[in-house]
């Protein structure tokens, strides 16, 4: 070993103490482990929601980096479920199928790499899990810099981690059932979303609202955005259209108009 790589592993070493001494790395879940001898290959863990937030991962990847000195180019995947961990495999998810696979896949919110020869590390965030269409994912370089980072998808500045599952009820498309439905909601400091309630819905029809609306709820409330100092108020709008679809994919396509608006797309064969 040179002095010059003996003083990079020190630094290596000397970083990842002090990372460690100054956060608790959060519990997880071992799921798939393909990581070899040399240090390279993947591995998936699971955490719970409330940890999908940059200081709890970063404190988790410094953690199991200093434990495993030897990695040299891995890719860790975190899951919010246990049982996607142990399952999930890129080449089994079939996008237009309904199957298994495609609920591991959603589970999979935040992707690491790292490569000590290219001097690479970064986290990729997946706020609707692992997709076909990566449109709403962002790419956040480590170390952080001086500001925070930036995500394609975010509140008042902080990114979303999960957005959860939005669908279409199926329902709702049975029974051609649309129109709006406003919520306001509390972001708290731990990125949680409480006190989700309607404040209006304009939907058709009218006695078939609750489908629609207890859609929204559910999912604004599975929201996890990273973590901040102070806690705000927000008031989204979900736009529950119906159209014409005849191409193979999702159930529902959306669109994002944050911080005020989603706008979601039920497909329906045409006749």
Not at 114 to 125: G, P, R, T, W
Not at 183 to 188: A, N
Not at 197 to 223: C, F, I, M, Y
Request: proline share 6%; with cysteine; hydrophobic share 40%.
């Amino acid at each position: 070993m040179t002095i010059k790589q003996f003083s990079s592993a020190i630094f290596l070493v000397c970083a990842a103490t002090v990372a460690s001494a100054q956060c608790r790395p959060p519990s997880f879940q071992k799921g798939r482990d393909f990581i070899n001898a040399t240090g390279e290959g993947s591995l998936y863990v699971a955490v719970q929601p409330k940890n999908l937030n940059l200081g709890s991962l970063i404190c988790l990847v410094t953690n199991l980096r200093s434990q495993h000195p030897n990695w040299s180019n891995v890719l860790i995947g975190v899951f919010t479920d246990k049982i996607a961990a142990y399952n999930f495999s890129p080449g089994g998810i079939l996008f237009n199928d309904n199957t298994a696979e495609r609920k591991w896949a959603s589970e999979l919110h935040v992707t690491y790499f790292f490569n000590a020869k290219e001097h690479d590390e970064s986290f990729y965030i997946s706020p609707l899990g692992y997709r076909d269409s990566p449109s709403f994912d962002t790419t956040i370089d480590l170390p952080l810099g001086a500001e925070s980072p930036h995500c394609s998808l975010e509140l008042h500045g902080r990114c979303i981690f999960d957005a959860g599952a939005i669908v279409y009820p199926e329902e709702a498309l049975k029974a051609k059932v649309s129109g709006s439905v406003t919520l306001e909601g509390k972001v708290m400091p731990s990125g949680e979303l409480r006190a989700v309630h309607v404040v209006q819905s304009d939907v058709q029809p009218r006695e078939k609202r609750g489908v629609l609306t207890n859609a929204a709820v559910q999912n604004l409330s599975s929201w996890r955005v990273d973590t901040a100092p102070k806690e705000f108020l927000i008031r989204i709008t979900y736009s529950y259209e119906i159209g014409n679809s005849s191409n193979v994919g999702t159930q529902a396509d959306v669109q994002f108009k944050l911080p005020g608006q989603i706008i979601v797309r039920g497909k329906v064969d045409p006749l």
